[in-house]
């Protein structure tokens, strides 16, 4: 009998996990919450785009899809630094500069993952299905629709509705997994920077950065030729801007070059909402071998590595490989996906906290760029052998837990030759001095 399979969530991860499950002949059915998405407008100031590396476009060729979403994605070779004052840095992401990691818009994405799961065989997607009851057991799920209460039944749940995800409420309600979110002590808010008679306003080849210590703002551009901007600064800080002559002074102070660049900004800054920023953290993330998170929903991390979508994404294709290794058993490759994906799900929320820190402190130091010039020039020296943790992350599908491991033995060993390095000169030059005595 042809299993049915329940997938919450028509988001980036339930689309694209639809596609993969239609491909083993499952009859799947899709509920999301909100009307389709691609009848209507993005929600104001939530439409933060993607940086979609490898990992992500692994899982895109797999369903032929990586060629159309790549159409419209713009290459960004590395990060450009605007200072407050100064000119501006640009600072490549591969030792080789000609790797990139591709900004492409959140919404556009999901549409074509929805078009893609449309036309998969024995998929079916139903809107306005607010997930209200589930008994994870019996595979019985509840929603809330705009007709009234709706029943459903499947052999297999699968929780792919993000963050805040309903399906995981449901089994920590039943008592069946329990979790909880380490909040930042930072929000963020969405503004835009227009093209600029047509063109550009920013270089489009790089993600630009204004680290301001404790806070930053980035941006991202768009095919229409205009820049998303994100601020992320610490909780509090944007109710401290309540008027235009604020907002607009205190952009003239910490962000000089970007008013002239954003004719809107003090109406997104009072009118786009201030989003929260956490890591999720999930124990199990199934039960009952027939219920089962997924993508955000079980391990929601910050967004600073640009590794959210493409995390969730290498989920997809790694429980696809686990359904293949069990022979099609959910009973059993729902703890494996667990077991094979757990450490490296943690290893990506640590590294992504870490690139924070880096991005918000360290990219406008003298000493950072110095360092990330010295480690390009060991890889290009030792190729193969040695590899920054950025390329690893984001140019290969190395495992996560993989890259720390290798990362850390990397800097273990180059600062060992370092150190040998300086012994053997030290010992060069007393030898020099001695037989000049």
């Given amino acids: ?218 941006a991202l551009p768009n095919p229409d030729r205009s820049f998303t901007c994100t601020l992320f600064w610490p909780s509090g800080s944007f109710d401290a801007l309540t008027t235009a002559p604020q907002i607009e002074r205190y952009f003239a102070e910490h962000y000089p070059d970007l008013l002239p660049l954003a004719p809107g900004l003090v109406d997104d800054y009072l009118h786009n909402p201030v989003g929260v920023l956490g890591t999720v953290h999930v124990q199990p993330w199934q039960a009952h071998g027939r219920t089962a998170l997924i993508g955000d929903a079980a391990h929601a991390i910050v967004p600073f590595y640009g590794q959210g979508a493409n995390c969730a994404f290498e989920d997809v294709v790694e429980l696809d490989r686990c359904l293949d290794d069990t022979g099609g058993s959910w009973a059993r490759a729902l703890p494996l996906f667990e077991a094979r994906r757990r450490d490296n799900t943690d290893a990506i929320a640590e590294m992504a906290l870490a690139n924070f820190v880096e991005m918000r402190d360290k990219v406008a130091s003298p000493v950072f760029r110095l360092g990330k010039q010295l480690e390009h020039a060991v890889e290009r020296a030792l190729p193969g052998r040695y590899v920054s943790r950025y390329e690893l992350v984001s140019f290969t599908t190395t495992p996560y837990a993989e890259v720390r491991r290798r990362v850390r033995r990397q800097h273990q060993a180059l600062a060992g030759a370092v150190v040998l390095a300086l012994g053997a000169l030290g010992t060069l030059t007393r030898t020099v001095l001695r037989s000049r005595r």
């Fill in 1 to 218: 009998m042809t299993q049915r399979v329940a997938i919450v969530g028509a988001g980036l991860t339930g689309s694209l996990l639809a596609c993969f499950l239609a491909r083993r002949g499952l009859t799947v059915t899709l509920y999301e919450r909100r009307p389709d998405p691609r009848t209507g407008s993005a929600e104001r100031g939530r439409s933060i785009n993607l940086a979609i590396s490898e990992r992500g476009l692994d899982a895109l060729r797999r369903i032929g899809l990586a060629e159309e979403v790549m159409a419209d994605a713009l290459p960004m070779m590395g990060r450009m630094i605007h200072p407050v004052e100064g000119p501006l840095d640009f600072q490549p992401y591969s030792a080789s500069q000609d790797r990139a990691i591709n900004s492409i818009s959140r919404s556009a994405l999901n549409n074509a993952l929805l078009d893609a799961a449309a036309k998969a065989p024995g998929v079916e997607i139903v809107f306005e299905h607010r997930l209200v009851g589930l008994d994870s057991q019996a595979g019985e799920l509840v929603f809330e629709t705009p007709s009234g209460r709706v029943e459903a039944q499947a052999d297999v749940v699968l929780g792919a509705d993000g963050a805040g995800s309903a399906v995981r409420g449901q089994l920590v309600g039943e008592g069946a997994l329990a979790d909880d979110a380490d909040f930042l002590d930072y929000g963020y808010k969405e503004l835009s920077i227009p093209a600029a008679g047509g063109e550009f306003a920013l270089d489009p080849g790089a993600l630009h950065i204004w680290p301001r210590g404790t806070s930053m703002m980035i």
